[in-house]
Nanobody, 126 residues
Framework: VQLQASGGGLVQAGESLKLSCTSS????????VAWFRQAPGKEREALSC????????LYADSVKGRFTTSRDNGKHTAFLQMNRLEPADTAVYYC????????????????????WGQGTLVTVSS
């Protein structure tokens, strides 16, 4: 485990959470950071990616408009701001990293990220 994801918790539908991703092993400032999630019984889903400078990002359709990824390289941290959470967003959320973002976010994206965190659980109650 080279990344640490944090900020998960239990919230009600409609509320917000902000996840953080840091690393004590790599210099996160030099890497793109992606967010994934995995709900019970489902495949891991790619959600977003932000480039190393924070100038470019992409999102999966399932979260576009509700989730925003950002980073503060001064604090060596990347973020995933999640708004208007729904019970369907309940999952373990992971951050992952590679030099540049993959050009697409799909089921195969996770195979291209070699640096991962341990995950943080987000539970959204109805």
């Amino acid at each position: 485990v080279q990344l640490q994801a944090s900020g998960g918790g239990l919230v009600q539908a409609g509320e917000s959470l902000k996840l953080s991703c840091t690393s004590s092993v790599i210099s996160l400032d030099h890497y793109a950071v992606a967010w994934f999630r995995q709900a019970p019984g489902k495949e891991r889903e790619a959600l977003s990616c932000i480039d190393s400078r924070g100038t470019s990002s992409l999102y999966a359709d399932s979260v576009k408009g509700r989730f925003t990824t950002s980073r503060d390289n001064g604090k060596h941290t990347a973020f995933l701001q999640m708004n208007r959470l729904e019970p369907a967003d309940t999952a373990v959320y992971y951050c992952a990293s590679r030099v540049i973002c993959t050009t697409r976010l799909n089921n195969e994206s996770q195979d291209h990220y070699g640096i991962w965190g341990q995950g943080t659980l987000v539970t959204v109650s109805s």
